[in-house]
Every structure is written in structure tokens, then in C-alpha cells.
Nanobody
Framework: QVQLVESGGGLVQAGGSLRLSCAAS????????MGWFRQVPGKEREFVSV????????GYADSVKGRFTISRDNVKNTVYLHMNNLKPEDTAVYYC??????????????????WGQGTQVTVSS
């Protein structure tokens, strides 16, 4: 199976930036659509961003559009989430996810098969 490990979270002031990384194991990374989701304890997991298998197409939740950028490096088997102009409402545990489905920009958590352990992002006001 595929293993995903997120890193790069931390504490940042509002208006600051962070870059999250997700390292994937196995030989199937380039065959997977990759996504980022976030979750506050006690609340449902919500979609943040998605990138297709080659990195040619991306999608974003309205709440982060224009501030966050998703990218991938299929040689390093890594997907990134560059977060700019962070807001307190961005505070959450951020999860990397993968799916071997047909190449499309999925937005539902139940469309993804593999998940990382999560990395905490805290934005102070």
C-alpha cells in the first residue's frame, strides 16, 4: 500500500506563509491524483486543494483560492502546499491524500484512498 508523510506545519502569524510537504512511498505516486484536506478536531474534514497526476491541472477550495498553491514533483514523489497570507481560520491539521482513480480533480474525502498522519498548522491573530 501507499504511505504518505506530511511535514512543514507550525505556528505562524496571520499574513505569514508556510510550505507543507507530503512524501509518498512506492512506485505509484505518478499514477495518483493528490489532494490536501484539513480538519479541526471535532469537525468534518474539508477539501483544500487537488492536483492531477502530471501536475498540469489544479483545483482549490474557494476559501483558499488565490492564497494557496499546490504542486508536485514526480521524481521526488512529493506533493507540496504553499500557503500564503495565512488567516486564523486556516488553523487545522492538514492531511495529504492520494487516489489511483481516473485523472480528475476530486474534492471529496471519500474519493481518496490513502492518507498521511497530518501536520498541524496554527495561525495566530
Amino acid at each position: 500500500q501507499v504511505q504518505l508523510v506530511e511535514s512543514g506545519g507550525g505556528l505562524v502569524q496571520a499574513g505569514g506563509s508556510l510550505r507543507l510537504s507530503c512524501a509518498a512511498s512506492g512506485r505509484t505516486f505518478s499514477s495518483s491524483v493528490m489532494g490536501w484536506f484539513r480538519q479541526v478536531p471535532g469537525k468534518e474534514r474539508e477539501f483544500v486543494s487537488v492536483i492531477d497526476k502530471s501536475g498540469s491541472s489544479t483545483g482549490y477550495a474557494d476559501s483558499v483560492k488565490g492564497r494557496f498553491t499546490i504542486s508536485r514533483d514526480n521524481v521526488k514523489n512529493t506533493v507540496y502546499l504553499h500557503m500564503n497570507n495565512l488567516k486564523p481560520e486556516d488553523t487545522a491539521v492538514y492531511y495529504c491524500a492520494a487516489t489511483p482513480r481516473l485523472n480528475a480533480l476530486y474534492t471529496r474525502s471519500d474519493e481518496f484512498n490513502y492518507w498521511g498522519q497530518g501536520t498541524q498548522v496554527t495561525v495566530s491573530s
